[in-house]
């Protein structure tokens, strides 16, 4: 049998087929037979009809009968059954192959009460709004955790330098004074060495000063360690947690991160200093970023710099966030001191490595930021509290 | 610090009014003269700096010393400060210096003035004095203050008829008595230098004048006071009477050796504006082994192939050229000798003493010659070696993030009373034993006194926070250091805490109430499970000291007979102590053991092409009966072709009606599948029989 309706064919009826079947009422069905029977022949309105695979009474069954719910199957099987038996009369009555239209009028059943019903079959209506879904509800899922946006940045971090080549070394948060001050170069009195600013273990005064121990105040000792371990060429960045006694307050916390980077080899100068650190706000920030260098002091590095991006919230063109200068003070770096150099051959000679970091041969430069300043940057993050809270109602907005 | 421009273009007379005091600031900063902040004074008062000098450049802090450094920018002619010839009058004072003081007292310079007028400052003083806001009190006093403010050197004017006999810098004998301008009383001890008459100190040395002898409305004859002492011992008398003084802020960071008789002979010079006379010359003490290591240091070689060497690629195509180096250190106060080719020999500046090596010149001609001016090089790039646990480390993050739990970090203290709860009975590996937590010397409160011992005070800390704060449902991991030893060796242990609290939905096998605990289980296999590690095991035998865990709901994790995390419900007693309104289920993990395993490398093994076959069971058994004794009964019959043995409901009869009370009812099913063929009824069904006979065999009793 030749299945498919001819589509150049004219429609039979005005309504669309099918394709609103569930929202139909008997009465609509009703029209579309009296309509169907007089513009098509015999044999067009029995396919129309009863066609096996898109027959409108198949369509009819699939849209009502097949999912409606059990308490209304029985009632939507009634009006069906009855449409069903007065297509099946019509075609009876209706002599093959003559266009004569039967009186429906005379037709039994034809004024069957639920064809006059006008409203959509209750059944069908009920069983429609079960299926539909407000799809303006939220969305429900487990979540998955959220990554800490404090991590998030110093991994960002050590990725830009990863892909420089730069290797990350980590060390101990519990330093001694040897690492953390003595090797790079602070004075014995230096101010950071004081208690003020620097948390030591209990218990240390009766020992030898490069032995006592405190909580490293930048992730600076792990280049010291790694230069006594590894001769040059390096080239390592150095993320970690590190400590002061600072009281908390919005902007200051006894606990913080660092990322530092160190390069040591033949040749490296200044001018690497500055293109590698351009290159890195360039690709934390966005390459409009500028930077620009300004001389500073530290003991381990000399020169020093303090490094200038130009304001990411405005540009440069001066805004509240960088007091309207136009630029935002963003990291420390500097030449590595070549009595820090020294320091680790000393400390290499009494381990028994050879000598590696001739000041005279080689050269480096080294570099730190603050994550924590980055991070609430990055995220407008007016209180550096949130970072050590756990505060779901926090971390939920990085999600 | 606050800056007159007027008073720089004083020192600079060259300086063209076309470079505007606001390019000046610029320039200056650039240069690591920084300045913060720019205030119009209006018309013809030019602008007030506020500036930010690094510690180093003690020889910045001062209106001559920025001057010089504008001087150095601009390539102009800094008209020198100098004072006449000293000692040409007989000594008409005696001025001695303690031999036990001759290396901390490295110059002493001293001025007796007669018949002086104490009056209010008039003129520059006066002008200068009220545009940076600066307190004036009288001519005397005010002239060491404008000396200070204008070329840096501290200077103090004694009232001479208040000194008894001469004047002698000495160390203070321990317990002498002092009063000070600022009106206390202080015990001085053996190490504090002071300037003393015949009879008392008069003034602690570098730090503040004495009281008794201050300048006053009737003081008429003056001793003018101008030295160099060390920075060390002057740091160490301000830190021990708590003073922070112009002075010992400058004597502290090293004072310019030269600059005593200058200073000395401008405060002279301004006192006797108004009246008086200087009776004799100025008496003028050298300590010759202070002067050699300050203001007659050895010239030091500097190569200017090394000055490219290490600052590399300008901007300009001509670099960094010799006469440039040449300009911009002499500029700064040194005197260069060329030695060859491509050296000079660099006689230092006295004022400089933070400049001693090569690389402190490199450093000053990179300052001068502006750090922009330099090119964006880039070195070779490195290769890179990961850490070794850095993909295990990666992989526990992304675990943990994808089971829903959320990355916190916690205080790295932890009280006294939190160590005692919850580190003393932690049962993992290498924390056992009496190593305790270890105190800090100077901790930010008696809260945080300690280096936290586990991870876990920190995780119920934030659970808490949540809690307080009505979010009811949280998730947290928190990876990081615990600390144990000694306060001679600590060690740091990477651990990992786990903390759960709100809503955990109950399922056929768990209720609600036991979910969460079944749900860090989990996520503790679920770590494990990334790793090539042999079956881990659970039990409670370890627990019995875990008093911060609830009895009876907590577990420890072993692996290869060691314990690898501990888990469980907070102990109700604790969380009453801390007032929680829900349970919190809490886990620690030995990161470090974790770490040491290998990566799970996976081998992908068939799949079978034979269908599986699944049989449940419904068994009755006595709440005594493990799952694990009813698991490993049925493994042990060892059935090829058994896949998986899983519980799939549990359930009880409070009333004891359709499960008899001490009993429960478990649904399991055993899935069976060969990879070889299809299986058949006999088979299966024997299987079955064997089954059952083996959990009747364990006391249960099959379900109709």
Same mark, same amino acid.
């Given at each position: ?21 569930? @929202?139909?009422? !008997?009465? /609509? &069905?009703h $029209?579309? %037979?009296?309509?169907? #029977? ?33 308490d209304?199957?029985?009632?939507? @099987?009634?009006? !069906?059954? /009855? &449409?069903? $038996?007065? %297509?099946?009369?019509? #075609? ?18 034809w ?25 303006? &509800? ?82 600076s ?7 006594i ?5 390096l ?35 200044f ?14 920030f ?20 303090d ?88 971390l939920?907005?990085?999600? | ?93 005696r ?20 018949e ?132 010992s ?9 030269n ?19 200087a ?11 202070v ?57 230092l ?121 009505d ?12 600390f ?12 990992l ?52 865990l ?16 501990t ?15 829900q ?9 470090a053991?974790l ?44 059935i ?65």
């Amino acid at each position: 049998m030749t299945e498919p309706i001819d589509p150049t064919h004219p429609a039979p009826n005005t309504a669309p087929p099918a394709a609103n079947d569930q @929202g139909r009422s !008997f009465a /609509e &069905l009703h $029209r579309e %037979i009296a309509a169907s #029977l007089a513009t098509s022949s015999s044999e067009e309105f029995r396919l129309y009809w009863l066609g096996r695979k898109q027959g409108r009474l198949k369509l009819l069954s699939e849209a009502w009968l097949k999912d409606a719910p059990a308490d209304q199957r029985r009632t939507l @099987g009634v009006g !069906f059954n /009855e &449409l069903k $038996r007065v %297509i099946e009369l019509l #075609l009876e009555v209706r002599t093959p192959g003559s266009s004569a239209v039967p009186d429906l009028d005379t037709l039994p059943g034809w004024s069957h009460a639920l064809f006059t019903a006008t409203a959509i079959p209750s059944a069908a209506k009920a069983r429609s709004t079960a299926a539909s879904i407000d799809i303006t &509800l939220p969305g429900q899922l487990r979540a998955p955790g959220i990554p800490h946006p404090l991590l998030e940045t110093m991994q960002q971090i050590v990725e830009v330098f990863s892909r420089i080549g730069y290797s990350t070394r980590t060390g101990p948060q519990v330093e001694s004074d040897f690492f953390n001050f003595e090797a790079l170069n602070f004075p014995p009195n230096h101010p950071a060495r004081d208690t003020q600013d620097t948390l030591l273990v209990a218990g240390q005064n009766d020992r030898p000063r490069p032995d006592r121990l405190l909580m490293r105040t930048h992730t600076s000792p792990v280049q010291v360690r790694t230069m006594i371990a590894e001769p040059p060429p390096l080239r390592i960045v150095i993320p970690g947690k590190v400590h002061r006694n600072d009281a908390a307050d919005a902007t200051h916390s006894p606990v913080f991160h660092q990322v530092e980077g160190l390069c040591v080899d033949t040749n490296i100068t200044f001018s690497d200093l500055k293109g590698t650190l351009d290159h890195a706000m360039k690709a934390l920030f966005g390459s409009s970023v500028k930077t620009r260098f300004f001389p500073s002091f530290f003991p381990f590095t000399e020169p020093s710099a303090d490094v200038q991006i130009s304001c990411i919230f405005c540009n440069g063109k001066g805004c509240r966030k960088c007091k309207h200068s136009g630029w935002i003070e963003l990291l420390g770096c500097g030449m590595v001191d070549p009595a820090v150099f020294a320091a680790v051959d000393q400390r290499r000679a009494e381990e028994g490595r050879p000598t590696a970091y001739d000041p005279a041969k080689i050269s480096g430069f080294a570099f730190g930021m603050g994550v924590e300043r980055i991070a609430m940057m990055q995220h407008g993050i007016s209180d550096i509290g949130h970072f050590y809270s756990g505060d779901m109602r926090f971390l939920e907005q990085f999600a | 610090m606050k800056i007159l421009t007027q008073w720089l273009r004083q020192y600079v007379p060259a300086l063209p009014a076309a470079i505007s005091d606001h390019q000046l600031a610029e320039a200056l900063t650039l240069r690591g003269i920084a300045v913060e902040g720019i205030h119009p004074l209006g018309e013809g008062n030019g602008h007030l700096f506020e500036m930010d000098i690094t510690t180093n450049r003690v020889d910045a802090m001062n209106h001559y010393g920025i001057a010089r450094e504008a001087a150095t920018i601009y390539d102009l002619p800094l008209p020198r400060l100098e004072a006449p010839a000293s000692s040409t009058g007989a000594a008409s004072f005696r001025v001695q210096i303690a031999p036990e003081a001759k290396h901390l007292c490295g110059r002493f310079t001293a001025q007796v003035l007669r018949e002086v007028t104490i009056a209010p400052s008039s003129g520059l003083v006066q002008q200068y004095f009220t545009l940076l806001g600066q307190k004036q009190i009288s001519n005397a006093v005010d002239a060491s203050n404008f000396t200070l403010l204008g070329m840096g050197h501290p200077t103090h004017a004694f009232d001479l008829e208040k000194i008894v006999g001469g004047v002698m810098v000495r160390l203070a004998r321990p317990g002498e008595r002092l009063k000070l301008l600022d009106g206390t009383d202080r015990v001085l001890e053996g190490d504090d230098l002071v300037i003393a008459d015949d009879e008392k100190p008069l003034s602690l040395a570098g730090v503040m004048g004495g009281w008794d002898s201050m300048i006053t409305p009737e003081t008429r004859n003056i001793l003018v006071e101008s030295a160099w002492f060390d920075q060390a011992t002057i740091r160490r008398s301000a830190r021990r009477h708590g003073l922070h003084t112009d002075a010992s802020h400058r004597f502290e960071r090293g004072a310019d050796f030269n600059a005593a008789p200058v200073a000395n002979h401008l405060v002279a010079e301004l006192i006797l504006a108004h009246g008086g006379h200087a009776e004799g010359g100025l008496i003028d003490l050298i300590t010759p082994e202070v002067a050699a290591r300050t203001a007659r240091r050895p010239p030091i070689t500097l190569s200017v192939g090394e000055v490219q060497r290490h600052l590399g690629t300008t901007t300009a195509p001509e670099g960094i050229t010799r006469t440039l180096v040449e300009r911009y250190l002499s500029a700064l106060g040194c005197a260069l000798r060329p030695a060859g080719n491509d050296s000079f020999e660099v006689t230092l500046p006295s004022w400089r003493l933070d400049i001693e090596r090569e690389i402190d010149l490199i450093e000053e001609v990179a300052r001068v010659y502006g750090y922009n001016a330099f090119a964006d090089t880039l070195p070779t790039p490195g290769i890179v070696i990961e850490q070794p646990t850095a993909a295990a480390e990666a992989a526990v993050r992304r675990r943990l993030l994808a089971l829903g739990y959320s990355e916190a970090i916690s205080s790295t203290f932890a009280s006294p009373q939190d160590a005692a709860i919850f580190s003393e009975e932690l049962v993992l590996a290498g924390k056992q034993g009496s190593q305790g937590p270890v105190p800090l010397e100077n901790p930010l409160s008696e809260e945080a006194s300690l280096l936290r011992p586990t991870l876990i005070p920190g995780m119920v800390t934030m659970l808490a926070h949540n809690l307080n704060r009505d979010v009811r449902t949280a998730r947290l991991f928190e990876r990081g250091a615990a600390f144990s030893g000694t306060t001679s060796a600590v060690v740091e242990r990477e651990s990992l805490s786990l903390g759960l609290t709100g809503t955990v939905a109950a399922t056929s096998l768990y209720s609600a109430a036991d979910a969460p605990f079944f749900e860090l289980k989990a996520v503790v296999e679920s770590l494990l499970s990334l790793f090539d590690a042999p079956a881990a095991t659970f039990t409670s035998d370890l627990l019995s000291h875990a008093t911060w865990l609830e009895a009876e709901r907590a577990a420890v994790t072993m692996l290869d007979g060691k314990p690898i995390a501990t888990f469980g419900e907070l102990s109700h007693a604790e969380a009453a102590r801390r007032k929680l309104r829900q349970p919190m289920y809490l886990a620690e993990i030995d990161l470090a053991r974790l770490y040491a395993l290998p990566l799970k490398r996976v081998t992908a093994r068939e799949l079978s092409r034979f269908q599986a076959v699944e049989r449940d069971f419904s068994f009755t058994f006595a709440e005594s009966m493990s799952w694990q004794t009813v698991d490993t009964a049925i493994r042990s019959l060892a059935i090829e072709e058994l896949r998986s043995v899983t519980p799939t409901e549990i359930f009880r009869d409070p009333r004891g009606v359709s499960v008899p009370s001490d009993h429960y009812a478990l649904l399991l099913r055993c899935v069976f599948q060969s990879y070889e063929r299809t299986l058949r009824e006999e088979e299966l069904t024997a299987w079955w029989s064997a089954i059952i006979d083996t959990l009747t065999g364990l006391g249960g009793s099959i379900r109709a």
